[in-house]
């Protein structure tokens, strides 16, 4: 990865507050939106969901996600030159009594802090996403997959 792609992902997830979540449902794909922020040693990212949604059934269910973050569009610029990363994954419901879950929602309503008052109702939860492999986009004929320690490396440097 060249210095420039790198400094692109690294714009790309911290510039995007929106994912899209793919998980599983009954062997089918299904996409919803999350807000999303990452732990500052560029690890996993962090989710606050509700229990009501779909998405948070089908990850209890089956852990495997994916999430993509995508640039905003811009004039000029053909659609599929647009940055983008997808992110495989693991997601895993965080326990309310540890010290994890304590730095999670920090990280989180640092990024969000208008959602400090979602926190306070009991059906929702904070997940960590642990990233597994990383396809990111930086352009027109700019593709690369990366390893989960390359992705997280490259967020964290």
């Known amino acids: 990865m060249t210095f420039d792609q790198t400094q692109s992902l690294r714009t ?3 510039a995007q507050p929106l994912a899209a979540l793919g998980t599983v449902q009954g062997g089918e794909p299904f996409v ?12 996993k990212l962090i989710i606050h969901v509700s229990t009501l949604a779909v998405h948070t059934k089908h990850m209890q269910e089956n852990s495997r996600v994916s999430l ?20 495989q994954g693991v997601a895993v419901q965080l326990d309310k009594a540890t ?13 969000f802090p208008q959602s ?5 109702f009991a059906d ?23 390893s989960a320690e390359d992705f997280c490396a490259t967020l964290s440097a």
């Not at 919803?32 to 690890?43: C, D, L, Q």
């Not at 640039?71 to 599929?80: R, Y």
């Not at 400090?116 to 306070?120: S, Y």
Request: net charge negative.
């Open 68 to 87: 993509m973050v995508m640039a905003a569009p811009s004039p000029g610029v053909p659609a599929q030159a647009t940055p983008r990363v997808t992110i």
């Open 116 to 120: 400090l008052d979602l926190f306070g």
């Open 12 to 14: 790309l997830i911290t």
């Open 32 to 43: 919803s939106m999350v807000p999303f922020a990452i732990e500052p040693n560029g690890g």
């Open 99 to 111: 010290n994890e879950y304590d730095e999670a929602k920090a990280v989180y309503t640092l990024r």
């Open 124 to 146: 929702f939860s904070l997940f960590a996403i642990a990233p597994t492999s990383a396809r990111f986009v930086a352009g027109f004929a700019q593709a690369m997959t990366m």
